[in-house]
């Protein structure tokens, strides 16, 4: 099942919560089911059983006529550092990690597919990253390995922006990643079930139609329960918390010459189960 938050293009309604089958949207607000995803996430099993008996009695819409939004405002994105082995080798700087790394997107950050993202003034290094990205479903603290895939409620995609030049100077990797608009996220959220092999999803990254990052979780150096079980020892993760995986190679930083975005470029970050995230960059 896709998750997803929308609106209405002619404004009449607030943000909704829907599911999404093919090019249309049911609403499950309008139908009385749920009043956004998280509520959707936080009623777990008994939610979408909910769900798969009334979407079929719900109000339908084309996705023509409608705005998709971050499918969930996170209250916490928490993105792993070099996680992919491809990664790690590409980088001259990098050293193979012996535990996970991890930093933070701030809720402020995000934004929904389609929604254009200002170039900053201060930065000429807008550089993207495809980020396959789990959504917790259940309070993890200290958990052990074992404790979290029942905990995943879905997967969605992050785009990890970051202005390298801010990032790597003096090391500011908050600053460098939270500018407005740096964490794109959607196009929805894949419930767990419907991706059962989360680590062997191919992902891509395309910059006005060229491609630029071509690879698969199964390059992971670390698995999901190994690195939310780390995570989860020293920060409580809620529901409707987003954890990403890292990025594969072929960030723009270390294409041969560099590759930076620019106002009138358009990215598209895509996961195959997932769908297409697509961001325009624009000119502040």
């Not at 009449?12 to 049911?26: N, P, Y």
């Not at 705005?67 to 193979?96: D, F, Q, T, W």
């Not at 529901?239 to 590759?259: E, L, M, R």
Request: aromatic residues 6%.
């Amino acid at each position: 099942m896709k998750l997803v938050t929308f609106s209405h293009r002619n404004g009449r309604h607030k943000s909704h919560a829907g599911v999404l089958d093919g090019d249309h949207i049911s609403c499950l607000t309008e139908a009385g089911i749920a009043g956004s995803v998280l509520e959707i996430i936080t009623g777990g099993a008994v939610m979408l059983r909910r769900i798969r008996d009334g979407v079929a009695k719900s109000p339908r819409y084309p996705l023509a006529d409608l705005i998709l939004e971050a499918p969930v405002r996170p209250g916490k994105v928490l993105c792993s550092g070099i996680n992919y082995k491809g990664h790690a080798e590409e980088n001259p700087n990098a050293k193979m990690p012996t535990e996970p790394f991890f930093f933070a997107k701030l809720p402020t950050s995000v934004v929904g597919p389609e929604a254009p993202v200002v170039k900053p003034v201060r930065t000429e290094q807008m550089d993207y990253e495809v980020e396959f990205s789990a959504v917790i479903g259940k309070q993890l603290h200290k958990a052990d390995e074992a404790a979290v895939m029942p905990a995943i409620f879905g997967y969605t995609l992050l785009n990890d922006i970051s202005a390298r030049d801010v990032q790597f100077k003096d090391n500011q990797i908050t600053i460098g990643k939270n500018f407005a608009g740096f964490a794109p996220i959607g196009p929805c959220i894949v419930t767990a079930d419907a991706l059962p092999h989360p680590d062997n999803t191919a992902l891509k990254t395309r910059l006005n139609g060229k491609l630029l990052q071509n690879g698969s979780t199964s390059d992971w150096l670390f698995s999901l329960p190994r690195l939310i079980s780390f995570l989860s020892q020293y920060i409580p993760l809620e529901p409707g918390d987003i954890v990403s995986t890292g990025t594969p190679a072929g960030v723009g930083a270390f294409q041969k010459p560099q590759i930076f975005m620019k106002a009138g470029d358009v990215v598209e970050i895509e996961a195959e189960g997932i769908g297409i995230l697509r961001t325009p960059i624009v000119a502040g």
